[in-house]
């Protein structure tokens, strides 16, 4: 049972630039949320899709955006790169109606340096 | 909003001894979930353990327990027999419901968790 995939696992990207990352859930799951992970800190809930909508938002501007597909899998397009935008981008699957625990299945994050 | 901290940024324990983590907390919702997650240097986070707040029963997996104080709002991770392989970064995090219906996690800072031999 393939768990969360991410691709890619690193990126070098220069300010200004745009970047797409990728993000396959876990067999079985239907929602993704996205996380940023500065260094020494954290991860912050960027947005979750779920049904290819977004369902909710954190505090992130609109230069981040992402999109999901009907299998399921997701993607994280950020633009106009900022230096702040440098971090670990940790993709999370879940079973929206899986009570109690509503588990998030973490994977293993794409590392992106804004030069 | 929830908010969730972590005062200690790194904690040492020798080699089978036991070390605790705190976390507290800030929410006004009576049911929610805590979980704790250990984050190695693979970077893959793992779900160590977790207490639903219904429950006063606090949580065991192995050589993990957690001392949940609902009333003081807050949720320490306790270690027995460290391992060198415990070595890594431990988050504290609150399942938040989000006004879709869905869940998200709000996470704490982080401690990082040093193992001597």
């Known amino acids: 049972d393939a768990g969360v995939t991410q691709s890619p696992t690193h990126l070098i990207k220069t300010r200004g630039q745009q970047v797409t990352l990728r993000c396959s859930p876990k067999s079985g799951h239907d929602t993704v949320s996205w996380y940023q992970q500065a260094l020494g800190q954290g991860p912050q809930f960027i947005f979750q899709?779920?049904?290819?909508?977004?369902?909710q938002r954190g505090n992130f501007p609109d230069r981040f955006s992402g999109h999901q597909f009907p299998n399921y899998s997701s993607e994280l397009n950020v633009n106009a790169l900022l230096l702040g935008d440098s971090a670990l981008y940790l993709c999370a699957s879940s079973l929206v109606f899986r009570e109690p625990y509503n588990e998030q299945f973490f994977g293993p994050g794409t590392r992106l340096t804004v030069l | 909003a929830q908010t969730v901290t972590q005062s200690q940024p790194e904690m040492s324990v020798q080699e089978a001894e036991t070390v605790t983590l705190s976390c507290t907390y800030d929410t006004s919702e009576s049911d929610y979930y805590l979980f704790w997650y250990k984050q190695p240097p693979s970077r893959q986070m793992i779900l160590v353990i977790r207490?639903?707040?219904?429950?006063?029963q606090n949580a065991t997996e192995n050589r993990f327990s957690v001392n949940f104080q609902k009333a003081a709002k807050s949720f320490s991770l306790k270690i027995s027999d460290s391992q060198l392989g415990d070595a890594a970064m431990y988050f504290c995090a609150y399942r938040s419901l989000t006004t879709s219906g869905t869940y998200k996690y709000i996470f704490g800072t982080g401690t990082r968790l040093k193992v001597l031999a």
């Open positions: 207490q639903e707040a219904y429950k006063q």
């Open positions: 899709y779920y049904e290819e909508e977004e369902r």
